[in-house]
């Protein structure tokens, strides 16, 4: 009963059209479970902490997150490795970016992986990297993020970041191959996050690679008006046509939220 409250929850949060109250409502029926069973204290802390960040309450998240810290774990608690991720990324939207780097360090030092959340933290870490100008510790982080294979939509998150990478880096080559593999992704899929994610980092990629190349060869573009027959698309038109989408996302998210969030990001993606 506490996994199907907390999946509930969670999803909601990754859809802007589920309105705030709801997101609340659902938030609050799993910490009723948690009361109710002795169970998953750990676990609520953790998405109240994620809630709390999502809205920009900083003050909320901070109290979360030592919540979390205290709690012990449990039958129903999340494995240690995504815990950690979810350590990191509130911390580092606390500007607590030393701590943050540390334990994600310590993670990649003692190999420790999880297949449920490719590579979360790695892709926020990187973000961060590159929205520094940090290309060396960007480089550094994006590394560790293909140590798994991109296999499925779930990685639109890790692809967004690594794009961004390539288009910073000026590896075409490799970014095209990327781009291509990931687009049927996104046809008609329902996680409104990780679409953001990779439009984000698509528009990036190809923003930066339009200054060589006035066109590129990809597969159909899901959503895109008037695919062309031959698969050259305008470069440029692409990267305006990425970014529409990631700001139209982004803007749903920020209006339900009530918070920049997403704005901030696309602002900080835009000066790559």
Not at 26 to 35: G, M, P, S, T
Not at 181 to 203: H, I, M, R
Not at 211 to 222: A, D, G, M, S
Request: proline share 4%; net charge negative; with cysteine.
């Amino acid at each position: 009963m506490i996994s199907v409250t907390m999946l509930a929850s969670s999803i909601a949060r990754r859809l802007p059209q589920i309105p705030l109250e709801q997101c609340k409502s659902l938030l609050a029926e799993f910490r009723d479970q948690v009361r109710a069973y002795g169970l998953g204290e750990r676990l609520w802390q953790c998405h109240a902490g994620e809630f709390a960040m999502m809205t920009g309450d900083l003050t909320a998240l901070e109290e979360h997150l030592e919540r979390f810290r205290a709690a012990e774990r449990d039958d129903v608690s999340d494995c240690a490795v995504c815990e950690t991720g979810a350590m990191a990324e509130y911390l580092l939207a606390l500007g607590r970016r030393t701590e943050a780097v540390a334990l994600v360090e310590d993670l990649l030092q003692k190999k420790e992986f999880c297949e449920e959340q490719p590579w979360k933290f790695l892709s926020i870490l990187t973000d961060d990297a590159l929205d520094r100008n940090d290309l060396q510790e960007a480089e550094r982080f994006s590394a560790a993020m293909v140590i798994q294979p991109i296999k499925t939509a779930a990685d639109l998150r890790r692809v967004g970041t690594l794009l961004r990478m390539k288009g910073s880096s000026g590896d075409w080559k490799d970014g095209l191959k990327l781009l291509k593999k990931s687009l049927p992704w996104t046809e008609n899929f329902w996680d409104q996050e990780l679409l953001f994610c990779f439009y984000v980092g698509a528009a990036s990629f190809c923003q930066a690679h339009s200054v060589q190349h006035t066109e590129v060869n990809l597969p159909p573009v899901p959503g895109f008006t008037d695919c062309p027959e031959n698969g050259l698309y305008d470069c440029a038109a692409l990267a305006r046509w990425f970014w529409k989408r990631a700001e139209e996302i982004g803007a749903r998210f920020d209006r339900r939220n009530g918070s920049p969030n997403y704005q901030r990001q696309l602002c900080a993606a835009r000066k790559d």
